[in-house]
């Protein structure tokens, strides 16, 4: 079974990924921190290397979807193949970084490698507004996060409600989590434990 975290910066999807790992005896997968063999490129000359770079990423992450598929384990993925790129190659096309031609192109792998592989059994999503995602990035005080702007994050937002509602087919359930503090309260990680046991084993 594969089990899919999705929510913008700040909202909590790795803390979830590894409470949910414990919990149920799940295994966790985080996102592949590996070398990049264009990254250095891209930053000298983003639309040039925009390309390469995100293509470079899609097999990574397509990869991790095989080995998944041929786990016999559930797994719980911080992160999943579909927000790369509904999420954040959108993003990066809208900025002008990537040209249609490369965009157009870049989709239509997309979809013929999803096509091979089946979408999480479920997908959580951790909904959250921008003030709590900036409160969140203030308080873990990640140096490399304190410059993204609300505009940024807004835009990465407004891409994960339309990503949700319209562009992926698969089973969601989503979580509100502006009132929640599911690490430091435990009534509050039980009401998602709820929520999930009741999705894929109908307890309630």
Do not use: C
């Amino acid at each position: 079974m594969h089990i899919g975290i999705a929510g913008n910066i700040g909202s909590g999807k790795t803390t979830l990924t590894r409470m949910l790992s414990e919990h149920y005896g799940w295994t966790p997968k985080y996102e592949s921190v590996t070398y990049n063999p264009y990254l250095e490129d891209y930053y000298k000359d983003i639309p040039r290397w925009s390309f390469n770079l995100e293509v470079y990423f899609l097999e990574q992450r397509f990869q991790d979807v095989l080995e998944i598929a041929k786990s016999d384990k559930v797994i719980i993925q911080d992160r999943t193949l579909y927000e790369g790129v509904y999420i954040f190659v959108a993003n990066n096309y809208a900025m002008g970084n990537l040209s249609e031609r490369d965009f157009k192109t870049y989709m239509s792998l997309f979809h013929m490698l999803t096509s091979l592989v089946n979408p999480p059994d479920l997908m959580i999503y951790l909904r959250s507004s921008i003030p709590h995602l900036v409160s969140q990035i203030q308080k873990r005080g990640r140096d490399y996060e304190q410059s993204i702007s609300i505009e940024y994050l807004k835009g990465l937002n407004d891409r994960y409600e339309k990503f949700i509602g319209e562009d992926y087919k698969g089973k969601v359930l989503t979580i509100d989590a502006d009132n929640l503090d599911f690490e430091n309260r435990p009534e509050d990680f039980s009401l998602i434990t709820d929520k999930i046991d009741a999705e894929l084993y109908g307890l309630f």
